[in-house]
């Protein structure tokens, strides 16, 4: 374990509470729940809660599931209506010294470091006024600002985007008011030091859809991608769209601006990636169509085209939760961290269930000079999940620092976590942490050093505290199995 990190590992993800009031719901409704690995001097401790969101405190009072599909009130049972649905699943943020978990329909929620107990939700003194918050909001590395947005910032279906600079002290300094061309998921964007750029295509939703009882989301292969170009300094007569071919566009790596021409560089899919968010058009999910690649989009603002310039970097598909240097965003980065699957990698099915060729089973260091990708492999009966990456202390070069990130041991069925030299991957982990459980899951994670976050509790040790290594983890698997009970007071 490197023992100059000392900070904190937070992961949001969801996990349904009680089961979903319907089969066909969204896997993007289950109830949020943040967990958190504490790493100082060397050891680590691991908390995880669930974010105690109205919806989820609503339920627990009822003993049962009372909210009906992704997003959509008029499933819900009548008296629930009128509450916040969030389930606060996707990300985390520490900004200002605070700690949030993120979902991009509602307000943060505020959680306490410490205990990860909720505070709840939280509207920057009033001055936030979307009733929305994207999951990825970027901290700006030159000036310490976040830039944020929330869309469908004025209630359910509303076509306006609010776009914010919150500063360093959590005051927010800017609001400007947008409206998009259609009503679709918003869900990742990119800033660079001179403008903002506004993501999304495919996904669609409507009044009529709502009141038929579906999920908020339908996928239309009819629909153009659109990235809206926005100075930062700009207002929404500055906004500029431009369409480009059928895409999902989820997530992005970085952005950069160098006079007239803006680069977008970002893991979007094809098409539509989410089966449960089915084709308007009724045709099945295409799992072909659901492919991600590196891209890098080019806008030409000094051109009247309405459209993009579109370059695949890497031949081989990626998760689309990638990571890079955050020291470097809205700047010219070199190097690109994400899972993939690498299917030269051996899998252990009898051990691991029928999951070959569909478990993320490497990181890759994507490196953008040369093209060369450097592969860390997890081993034969795991998969991966986001990584995030760790700055070395006290260094300044782009990419030199950790990565981090939880995998999912299949057979064993308990959460490990890893840590991986950044300059090194292919040379194996540094450290593997292994939870004698299950550690919940993720959507998104981030590393936050203890300077970040105020109130981050130091080491707990002694009594109810798990603590375990290879040798102890296997101890505790073989009395477990052999019937002798001994392990389980753990
Ligand atoms: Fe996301």
Not at 80 to 86: I, P, Y
Not at 238 to 252: N, S
Request: hydrophobic share 35%.
């Amino acid at each position: 374990m490197p023992h100059d990190m000392d900070g904190v590992f937070v992961r949001v993800g969801g996990e349904w509470y009680y089961p979903p009031k319907f089969p066909d719901d969204a896997p993007l409704h289950s109830d949020g729940y943040i967990s958190a690995f504490r790493i100082k001097n060397g050891k680590v401790s691991f908390r995880g809660r669930y974010v105690e969101t109205p919806r989820f405190r609503a339920n627990l009072a009822e003993g049962r599931q009372q909210f009906g599909n992704y997003r959509n009130p008029f499933t819900h049972d009548e008296k629930v209506r009128g509450l916040d649905a969030t389930v606060a699943n996707t990300a985390p943020l520490a900004h200002a010294g605070m700690l949030f978990a993120l979902k991009e329909d509602a307000l943060p929620y505020r959680i306490d470091p410490a205990t990860l107990g909720t505070i709840g939700p939280h509207d920057f003194g009033g001055n936030y006024r979307s009733e929305t918050f994207t999951a990825h909001p970027k901290i700006d590395p030159v000036s310490g600002e976040m830039l944020t947005f929330g869309y469908e910032a004025t209630g359910l279906l509303s076509d306006d985007l609010f776009y914010y600079v919150i500063d360093r002290n959590g005051t927010v300094t800017r609001e400007v008011r947008l409206k998009v061309p259609y009503v679709s998921v918003v869900h990742d964007w990119a800033v660079t030091q001179d403008h903002v750029l506004f993501t999304f295509g495919g996904y669609t939703t409507s009044m009529e859809r709502l009141r038929e009882g579906k999920v908020h989301w339908g996928w239309d292969k009819t629909k153009p991608s659109m990235v809206g170009i926005m100075p930062r300094d700009g207002d929404a007569k500055d906004l500029r769209w431009f369409r480009g071919p059928e895409r999902c566009m989820m997530h992005t790596l970085n952005a950069v601006s160098e006079g007239d021409k803006v680069t977008l560089y970002a893991p979007f899919y094809d098409s539509n990636f989410f089966p449960f968010f089915t084709n308007v058009d009724g045709s099945p999910w295409d799992p072909s169509k659901a492919r991600c690649f590196f891209r890098k989009l080019t806008f030409d603002l000094s051109s009247s085209s309405d459209t993009w310039e579109e370059e695949i970097l890497f031949p081989q598909q990626v998760g689309d939760l990638a990571k890079m240097d955050h020291r470097f965003l809205t700047q010219p980065a070199r190097y690109a961290f994400t899972f993939f699957s690498d299917p030269t990698k051996p899998f252990d099915e009898e051990r691991a269930g029928n999951l070959r060729g569909r478990v993320s089973n490497s990181y890759g260091r994507f490196d953008m000079h040369t093209g060369e990708v450097e592969s860390y492999f997890v081993g034969d009966t795991h998969t991966l999940q986001e990584c995030s990456f760790v700055p070395r202390r006290g260094s300044t070069e782009e990419g030199d620092g950790y990565l981090i990130g939880t995998t999912s041991n299949l057979a064993e069925l308990r959460t490990e976590l890893v840590i991986v030299d950044a300059q090194r991957v292919s040379e194996g982990e540094l450290a593997r942490v292994i939870l004698p459980f299950r550690g919940g899951p993720q959507v998104h994670g981030a590393w936050y050093d203890a300077e970040e976050l105020p109130g981050l509790v130091e080491m707990p040790v002694g009594e109810g505290v798990v603590r375990a290594d290879h040798a102890e983890a296997a101890r505790y698997d073989a009395n477990l199995f052999n019937g002798s009970g001994e392990g389980s007071d753990d």
